[in-house]
Nanobody
Framework: QVQLVESGGGLVQAGGSLRLSCAAS????????RAWYRQAPGKGRELVAT???????NYADSVKGRFTISRDNAKNTVYLQMNSLKPEDTAVYYC??????????WGQGTQVTVSS
């Protein structure tokens, strides 16, 4: 089992920045990929960014050039640096880890609200 705890959400004005963190504990050695998703009110959950065990990254077109996913292996933490935030980035952001058996583990989510 893997436990995930997100933090760093909040209220920010358009054009501002936030950094989300996702701290992992438990059987972290089984994890092969990490990702951030988001879910806006009335919409489905959307993949925002991924980072593999080899540190390859991928981003949704809507956040390319503005968001950066990274990880600190010593702290078992994944980050999402969000710059140039827009009101349409408002959502609950979730951290997801996947192990080598394709089991997914989710955090509780952290709210990001961008005011215009």
């Amino acid at each position: 089992q893997v436990q995930l705890v997100e933090s760093g959400g909040g209220l920010v004005q358009a054009g501002g920045s936030l950094r989300l963190s996702c701290a992992a504990s438990g059987n972290i050695f089984s994890i092969i990929s990490r990702a951030w998703y988001r879910q806006a009110p009335g919409k489905g959950r959307e993949l925002v960014a991924t980072i593999t065990s080899g540190a390859s990254t991928n981003y949704a077109d809507s956040v390319k050039g503005r968001f950066t996913i990274s990880r600190d292996n010593a702290k078992n933490t994944v980050y999402l640096q969000m710059n140039s935030l827009k009101p349409e980035d408002t959502a609950v952001y979730y951290c997801r880890h996947r192990d080598y058996r394709s089991n997914d583990y989710w955090g509780q989510g952290t709210q990001v609200t961008v005011s215009s």
